[in-house]
T-cell receptor, first 112, second 112 residues
Framework: SQKIEQNSEALNIQEGKTATLTCNYT??????LQWYRQDPGRGPVFLLL?????KEKRKERLKVTFDTTLKQSLFHITASQPADSATYLC???????????FGTGTKLQVIP | DSGVTQTPKHLITATGQRVTLRCSPR?????VYWYQQSLDQGLQFLIQ???????AKGNILERFSAQQFPDLHSELNLSSLELGDSALYFC???????????FGPGTRLTVT
């Protein structure tokens, strides 16, 4: 069956360092992979989308990589700030009229 | 503010009852998605509508139903409520040809 795995444990890093979050998947062939940020009690907020034929995407301090051979995406936040503390969700989209599947998320805590 | 609105914000009801959650998508968005998020399950896709038609279906219970109206707002109906239906229910919308989703603030449903 299809499975999406994100670091189930919280990730604590020091302010100013680079945070790296992992999204692994099995039995899935996503056409797109998306990353969202979610704060407690609020709706997810779209951050970045990467297509299956793209290796890397950047937006300001954010970088996403997508390795369809390893079936893995890495999400990096450089020069992390306490305001980056949140849960980050990866979402796999097979494209077409099929459902998007979200991972359970990784909670990031940036310590001042 | 994503531009997606959901009402009500909170809902407390008893087992066996029926409730209706309402969502208004962003202006110009034709697709509406419904998700359920509980503490132990993560974000679960329920159903997607596109311009009034059902487009994709997730693990939506038979006790749940949804529809999208001509003005593009959507309603999610939950009936014969059980304690386990207590969760945050999110609505999201997206534009044609654009894959990122914009989430509303959610409706917190508590079944007692």
């Amino acid at each position: 069956s299809q499975k999406i795995e994100q670091n189930s444990e919280a990730l604590n890093i020091q302010e100013g360092k680079t945070a790296t979050l992992t999204c692994n998947y099995t039995n899935y062939s996503p056409a797109y992979l998306q990353w969202y940020r979610q704060d407690p009690g609020r709706g997810p907020v779209f951050l970045l989308l990467i297509r299956e034929n793209e290796k890397e995407k950047r937006k300001e301090r954010l970088k996403v990589t997508f390795d369809t051979t390893l079936k893995q995406s890495l999400f990096h936040i450089t020069a992390s700030q306490p305001a980056d503390s949140a849960t980050y969700l990866c979402a796999l989209d097979p494209g077409g009229y099929q459902k998007v599947t979200f991972g359970t998320g990784t909670k990031l805590q940036v310590i001042p | 503010d994503s531009g997606v609105t959901q009402t009500p914000k909170h809902l407390i009801t008893a087992t066996g009852q029926r409730v209706t959650l309402r969502c208004s998508p962003r202006s110009g968005d034709l697709s509406v998605y419904w998700y359920q998020q509980s503490l132990d399950q993560g974000l679960q896709f329920l159903i997607q509508y596109y311009n009034g038609e059902e487009r994709a279906k997730g693990n939506i219970l038979e006790r749940f139903s949804a529809q999208q109206f001509p003005d593009l707002h959507s309603e999610l109906n939950l009936s014969s409520l059980e304690l386990g239906d207590s969760a945050l229910y999110f609505c999201a919308s997206s534009r044609e040809g654009v894959y990122e989703q914009y989430f509303g603030p959610g409706t917190r449903l508590t079944v007692t």
